[in-house]
């Protein structure tokens, strides 16, 4: 090949395909559907469409003075001493910052404060949600004033004044992780930021003393690519507050990430390993500057095991992803750049309506977060959003729900479901699966019928196969379970379902599994028929109903 040849080769250009040619290609494999079907919309009112181009210019995201985020792990100990002993060897095996929230209790002594001290002056801290009254302020106290510029990190607590020589610790933090629990949004939590930032900054005797202190706590959600937008439009959304205070100079503020709870379920708990791991990913990605994650059974009360795997989180990302090697690891895609301006955008519009509707109180008081609460419930209640272990593939037979007494998060759309199964475990009731004809033609709605009494904690055994209605009656009348759902194909259901339901006895509670016509439905209604369980029902309100059925109470 001679080089004129190689000349020529490198000249050529492969044609670009436009928009109306790939949806062209799309629309063929949709088999009739448009490709506006494939457009979704988040609970933030954002429309995410099936193919981004680079329409949009980049966002210029970058961790304030570094790459690499900082790990802020929780460890255990219900004395300092103990307490101390765990934090250290955490330290020792990874973690980089001495991270205590005060919302579980540790008792310490003058002993145990003053070790705490000592390790201040070489790790970072991060102390979350201190009473003003918890005696571990105290330790400012026991570092002398020449050894206090070596402490750093970041302080959130309410009516305390650090003692004078703190120059570099953080003490006015926005923590947005109870608004994200009581159902905010990526778009109100970011509004929200910037409402609370303006009430502190107002009441700071000066912007720059203001941006010298505050720090902003935001939670990750398993929306992965949402989450990563979120943490990167606060950057850009931080620049925009900060010019409308003439600081027109890039002025970066520390970004905390904690994994959230909200996804997180007490039933299957090992799930949460993988939902933290998802949310801590997204968080790196989109630069936070701090990370917090929780163990799997934070909701139960964490292990010395459950410790350890959630600080391996963070260095697995490290070492295996080296995120923290990249400037904006998010910046450059398509996707997440649109997704980040269009939540700047919306954030800021909302953040300009709940200012100029009387601030960031009215708007809590307006209903509006519970709203979405009750939103996200309904959502994996009818199984629009799935909850892996707890609205789906769910294991029946796990009633460990202990509590642990600050993390009870009832706004979790899982938490109707562990209800559930504590109903579930009180009274336990006889259910059957009435299946009939062949297993070919029973099966899938008898494993739908099995999956969807799981999710409430209750199993049910399977009948022989009957071939007619008056053999599964003789069958009722000798085992007499407290509850039936009728399993078959549907035109096996509607040849045997108004004989069973004339003839079934008078206890019995009884279902169909699956949906039929609307004339149907009203005729084996009023003939006797208690109801239907089906794809897309509200779990939590039809067993519910079962359950006080079944135990002799009102229905739901």
Not at 16 to 35: C, H, I, M, Q, Y
Not at 137 to 144: A, R, T
Request: a negative charge; aromatic letters at 8%.
């Amino acid at each position: 090949m001679s080089n004129s040849d190689i000349h020529n080769m490198m000249q050529q250009r492969f044609e670009l395909p436009d928009w109306n040619e790939w949806e062209e290609v799309a629309e063929r494999s949709l088999k009739g559907k448009t490709v506006d079907s494939l457009k979704t919309t988040t609970a933030e009112g954002i429309t995410l469409n099936p193919l981004y181009t680079a329409t949009v210019d980049p966002n210029k995201n970058i961790r304030p003075s570094q790459r690499k985020w900082i790990s802020a792990q929780p460890t255990a100990g219900s004395t300092g001493s103990e307490w101390i002993a765990s934090m250290s060897e955490s330290l020792e095996k990874g973690n980089e910052a001495i991270y205590i929230d005060g919302r579980t209790s540790i008792e310490w002594n003058d002993a145990s404060l003053h070790a705490l001290a000592k390790l201040m002056k070489n790790h970072p801290i991060a102390f979350m949600h201190i009473e003003s009254q918890d005696r571990l302020l105290e330790v400012f106290d026991m570092i002398s004033s020449e050894e206090r510029e070596k402490v750093t990190g970041l302080l959130l607590t309410a009516e305390f004044d650090l003692p004078s020589g703190y120059e570099k610790i953080r003490s006015l933090g926005i923590d947005l992780e109870p608004l994200h629990m009581n159902g905010a949004d990526s778009v109100t939590e970011l509004a929200i930021a910037l409402s609370e930032a303006t009430d502190l900054a107002t009441q700071a005797a000066s912007f720059d003393q203001f941006k010298k202190n505050v720090f902003f706590r935001f939670p990750a959600d398993t929306h992965f690519f949402m989450e990563i937008a979120k943490f990167r439009a606060f950057r850009t959304l931080w620049q925009l507050f900060s010019s409308a205070y003439d600081e027109n100079e890039l002025s970066p503020v520390p970004l905390i990430g904690v994994t959230s709870l909200r996804s997180f379920s007490k039933i299957d708990p090992y799930v949460n390993l993988l939902r933290a791991g998802n949310s801590a990913f997204s968080a790196v990605l989109g630069g936070a500057d701090w990370l917090t994650v929780y163990p799997y059974n934070e909701l139960t009360g964490n292990t010395a095991q459950s410790l350890r795997y959630a600080r391996n989180v963070q260095l697995i990302i490290r070492e295996e992803t080296h995120a923290d090697k990249v400037i904006d690891p998010g910046g450059g895609s398509y996707f997440i750049e649109q997704l980040t301006e269009e939540l700047v955008h919306n954030a800021w519009e909302l953040f300009l309506e709940i200012e100029e509707n009387g601030g960031k109180d009215v708007y809590l008081q307006s209903g509006k977060l519970q709203q979405l609460a009750d939103e996200r419930k309904a959502n994996a209640a009818t199984g629009v959003t799935s909850l892996i272990g707890t609205s789906v593939y769910a294991d029946p037979e796990n009633h460990n729900l202990a509590e642990n007494a600050f993390r009870i998060e009832t706004s979790r759309p899982a938490y109707p479901f562990e209800e559930l199964r504590k109903k579930a475990a009180e009274h336990p009731i006889d259910i059957r699966l009435l299946v009939f004809g062949s297993l070919k033609s029973y099966k899938p709605r008898a494993d739908f019928a099995t999956g969807f009494l799981a999710t409430g904690g209750l199993t049910a055994q399977h009948s022989p196969a009957f071939p007619d209605a008056a053999s599964a009656i003789e069958w009722l009348k000798l085992e007499k379970p407290d509850y039936a759902i009728v399993c078959a194909a549907p035109d096996m259901t509607e040849q045997v379902a108004a004989e069973l339901i004339a003839n079934k006895p008078q206890s019995l509670l009884l279902d169909v599994a699956g949906r039929v016509s609307e004339e149907l439905t009203d005729g084996w209604l009023t003939s006797g028929l208690d109801g239907f369980v089906y794809n897309g029902q509200d779990r939590i309100g039809k067993l519910t109903q079962i359950l006080n059925r079944c135990k002799g109470g009102a229905e739901a």
